[in-house]
């Protein structure tokens, strides 16, 4: 008997380190989505994944499937397994579009792309399909209650993808050359002028100017940033080129 139980508080002993807990008792299926919603509402992500996932395969007449669905989406989203995430968001939108939550899935699934974006100096294929899809939303969805995060969730990928270009600009001055910076920084501004990567953009263009040999254009630049982004770090940069500029002879 001793040995059972030791054996018994073993098991309760390997159960906590590895959990802290066990899974609620689950009577129904009913039962089991309402425990997840408690779950997630509770931050419990990975057991609420759990009951999720076999409610969502084992319920799929259920009249709630698609909230399930829903929920396990943003249990991933929370997890950062961004790919999952998308895989959830794009069935719900699949199979169930008349859903309540499809319009909320539409939003989501930007994220879940915007989640697997890498940085600005690698390609940005998931910053675009972000973008696409935050667009696709607002679109399809206007008077959904996401609208105005999807406004900012816009701004971010397209700034993204401004970074992207005017970093390119900056490798290309670098290199010494003046022309190809120039075509990136134009698109900056061109393409992404609602991004505060202009005035980083205006600054490039100026010294693709000086480094073409265009000395008084570029300080004149230089002198317009400095007035305009008064007290903010490109300013200094901009005053800080200007004078170096100004030293050199023409």
């Known amino acids: 008997m001793r040995r059972i139980a030791g054996l018994a508080l073993g098991l309760a002993a390997l159960l906590w ?10 009577h129904s299926e009913a039962d089991r989505l309402s425990v997840a919603r408690r779950l997630f509402a509770e931050h419990e992500y990975a057991d609420a994944i759990t009951l999720l996932k076999t409610y969502t395969t084992s319920s799929g007449g259920a009249a709630d499937v698609d909230e399930a669905v829903y929920l396990l989406g943003q249990c991933y989203l929370k997890t950062h397994d961004w790919a999952l995430a998308a895989t959830e968001f ?6 169930y579009p008349e859903s309540d939550s499809t319009g909320s899935a539409a939003f989501r699934l930007g994220e879940a792309y915007f989640g697997q974006s890498r940085k600005p100096d690698f390609d940005q294929e998931y910053t675009i399909k972000a973008l696409d899809q935050w667009l696709a939303y607002k679109n399809t969805y206007p008077g959904h209650w996401l609208q105005r995060e999807a406004d900012a969730k816009i701004l971010e990928a397209r700034s993204r993808l401004a ?26 501004l061109d393409e992404y ?41 490109i300013a200094e940069r901009a005053a800080r080129e200007r004078r170096r500029l100004e030293r050199k002879k023409p």
Do not use: M, N, W
């Open 17 to 26: 380190a590895c959990g802290g807990h066990v899974l609620p008792e689950i």
């Open 90 to 95: 794009e069935r719900l939108i699949k199979d």
């Open 163 to 188: 970074k992207k270009l005017a970093a390119t600009g900056r490798l290309y001055l670098k290199l010494k050359l003046p022309q190809p910076a120039r075509v990136y920084f134009q698109r900056v």
């Open 193 to 233: 002028g609602d991004t505060p990567l202009v005035a980083d953009a205006r600054l490039g263009l100026a010294l693709a100017e000086a480094r073409d040999g265009k000395r008084d254009q570029a300080i004149a630049t230089l002198r317009e940033l400095e007035a305009q982004q008064s007290g903010q770090p």
